[in-house]
């Protein structure tokens, strides 16, 4: 499987000539979902969900299809009626040859005062995890995981208790925008020395093989 990593959240998987796009959001490339046969929301927040970008994706390619929680779901299945599917916690599919497994219910806690929205993770092909804005940790052993480095609501010594929970093989990073390149060899150095794992990043654009 290739993995593509684009600015922010959005990380593209391709395999047996079909692509899978996770959280193409606000801060992502106007063309990060083209070319997509699947599309995988984890919530409503616009730097993972941006409409514009979804529906150019499913116009540019007329047998896409979208798995998504119902916040998103709701603004977009009238456009595309059959193509968009609203799925929660413990639902499996599969798409494209790709099989996904869905983990999760809530976004991270952002400050008590703020309600909690919903958010999934996918885990897809029962090896790669993206966990959209949550420390969720799947009921089984991953492989590669996505983790979010830095966001409004997370803290780094939560990020690396939540890479030493999942146990993953390898950890590429996500969640990225708004980390400046001054605090990057701050956090590559503090999660690759405390996290146990192989902790990696890709720059936007670039890839590798998984």
């Keep these: 499987m290739k993995l593509t990593k684009n600015t922010h959240a959005c990380v593209r998987l391709e395999k047996d000539g079909r692509t899978l796009v996770i959280d193409p ?13 699947v599309l995988l929301v984890t919530h409503e927040h616009p730097d993972h969900f941006d409409e514009a970008r979804l529906r150019a994706a ?54 008590p005062d703020i309600p909690r929205i919903t958010n999934v993770g996918f885990l897809v092909d029962g090896a790669v995890f993206h966990p959209g804005d949550a420390l969720t940790v799947p009921d089984r052993p991953v492989e590669t995981l996505f983790l979010p480095v830095m966001a409004p609501w997370n803290k780094i010594s939560e990020v690396i208790e939540y890479v030493r929970e999942v146990k993953p093989v390898r950890a590429y ?11 990057r060899p701050i956090y590559d150095r503090q999660i690759g020395a405390l996290g146990g794992t192989d902790h990696r990043r890709l720059a936007p654009g670039d890839s590798a093989e998984l």
Excluded: Y
Aim: glycine share 10%; proline share 3%.
């Design 58 to 111: 499913l116009d540019g390619n007329p047998a896409a299809e979208v798995w998504t929680l119902r916040s998103v779901a709701e603004q977009l299945s009238a456009a595309f009626p059959g193509r968009v599917h609203t799925v929660g916690h413990g639902d499996t599919f599969s798409a494209a040859g790709f099989d996904v497994q869905v983990h999760g219910e809530l976004h991270a806690v952002i400050h």
């Design 173 to 183: 990073d996500i969640h990225d925008a708004l980390l400046t390149d001054l605090a």
């Design 25 to 37: 959001g606000m801060f992502t490339e106007e063309d990060a979902a083209l070319g997509a046969d």
